[in-house]
């Protein structure tokens, strides 16, 4: 797999993660058994993303910032020939080809980025 889509997939997930603390599904008894300050690892996680990020090449780090402001998923993964960024299908020869994680690409309609699963 292309090591800038694995980054964009770490990142992601990560993301997520923040997200995950953020929005407060974690509990007081959660927080207490874990030990965990939600302040601190909220910080701790931007503080990786954004690290990933500058490992990013130029094109791709200002590709994903633009559609880190818009989307919640950056990265979809494309099964069966359908982005499930968007559930539109990818073109035939694209979803076909041998070596379709070896790079980067894009999905024609949303604009995220496509890995292909399967």
Same mark, same amino acid.
């Given at each position: 797999? !292309?090591?800038? $889509? %694995?980054?964009?997939?770490?990142?992601?997930?990560?993301?997520?993660?923040?997200?995950? $603390? =953020?929005?407060?599904?974690?509990?007081?008894? %959660?927080?207490? @058994?874990? !030990?965990?300050?939600?302040?601190?690892?909220?910080? *701790?996680?931007? %503080?990786?993303?954004?690290?990933?990020?500058? +490992? $990013?090449? +130029?094109?791709?780090?200002?590709?994903?910032?633009?559609?880190?402001?818009?989307? =919640?998923?950056?990265?979809?993964? @494309?099964?069966?020939?359908?982005?499930?960024?968007?559930?539109?299908? @990818? *073109?035939?020869?694209?979803? *076909?080809?041998?070596?379709?994680?070896? +790079?980067?690409? =894009?999905?024609?309609?949303?604009?995220?980025?496509?890995?292909?699963?399967?």
């Amino acid at each position: 797999m !292309d090591q800038q $889509l %694995e980054l964009l997939l770490e990142i992601q997930d990560l993301r997520m993660q923040r997200r995950g $603390l =953020s929005d407060g599904t974690l509990t007081d008894l %959660e927080t207490e @058994v874990f !030990d965990i300050k939600i302040e601190d690892a909220i910080r *701790s996680l931007d %503080e990786k993303v954004g690290e990933l990020e500058q +490992r $990013l090449t +130029r094109g791709i780090r200002e590709r994903y910032r633009r559609i880190a402001d818009k989307a =919640s998923r950056v990265v979809a993964p @494309v099964i069966n020939g359908i982005c499930y960024g968007c559930f539109v299908a @990818v *073109s035939t020869a694209r979803a *076909s080809e041998a070596d379709r994680n070896l +790079r980067v690409e =894009s999905c024609e309609y949303c604009g995220c980025f496509l890995y292909h699963v399967g």
